[in-house]
């Protein structure tokens, strides 16, 4: 009879051991953050969301993230919308980072493609300046009912806000082509003048270019410009509007 316990134990351990691989398959799930669309190039405010990706059959439970930008170059300008978890708290502290946390009181919570906050950030730096938006998971727990797992995430992926490079009309900025340098001087003056001499090697902005509206671009512009350069108090440029 002793004879069989041994088996028997060893059988237990090996049911233990298949049951503890069984339950590290189970908690194998993938779940991914990220801040989409990842690359926002705009000259105006524009809407990104954070979004929570997820096979978790418990779904999403709670979430609390950080988000940290350059306040130099994009400004938050406010929550757009909650997500699926509901309403999420957002704190400022300190200027350029944003705490924000949500909880579903759902289980299991939300699974899948799981949107958890909407957010505008408005450019406030110059063109072509980018900022980070720099996303922290901070804590993520599942559906469980009154038993909440933490989630890991297998990956976390960051934004990034670009101001558009050339979004910026300024009046007689033509050079250097394309988009100019957001500033008037006599680079920009020669680059009109070889422009009226010989446009097809020489682009200019129609929009920039013709700083006394008139409908073209000629030597008038030309003058004109190199005035302003001169004596911006005594002679206005006037690109046409839009
Ligand atoms: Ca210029
Ligand atoms: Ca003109």
Do not use: W
Request: proline share 6%; charged share 20%; net charge negative.
């Amino acid at each position: 009879m002793k004879k069989r316990t041994i088996p028997t134990i060893a059988t237990v351990i090996f049911i233990i051991l298949l049951v503890s691989v069984a339950t590290n398959v189970a908690a194998d799930e993938t779940t991914s953050v990220l801040v989409n669309p990842v690359n926002v190039e705009s000259d105006k405010c524009d809407t990104v969301s954070i979004m929570i990706e997820t096979d978790d059959p418990q779904g999403i439970g709670s979430a609390t993230m950080t988000l940290v930008y350059d306040p130099l170059v994009v400004d938050y300008n406010g929550k757009v919308a909650d997500g699926d978890l509901g309403g999420v708290t957002i704190n400022e502290n300190p200027v350029g980072t944003l705490t924000m946390v949500a909880a579903t009181g759902a289980s299991p919570g939300p699974t899948g493609t799981v949107k958890f906050v909407e957010l505008e950030f408005c450019p406030v730096g110059d063109s072509g300046e980018c900022s980070d938006l720099d996303l922290t998971v901070t804590e993520l727990t599942d559906g469980t009912i009154g038993n909440p797992q933490v989630i890991v995430p297998d990956s976390v992926t960051d934004g990034e806000f670009c101001i558009l490079n050339g979004a910026v009309i300024v009046c007689g900025d033509v050079a250097p082509y394309p988009g100019g340098d957001g500033m008037i001087g006599m680079g920009d003056v020669t680059h009109l003048l070889n422009h009226v001499g010989y446009p097809a090697g020489y682009p200019v902005e129609e929009r920039t270019g013709d700083v006394n509206c008139d409908g073209r671009i000629d030597m008038g512009d030309v003058i004109l410009l190199l005035n302003r350069v001169g004596d911006s108090a005594k002679y206005p440029l006037g690109c046409c509007e839009e």
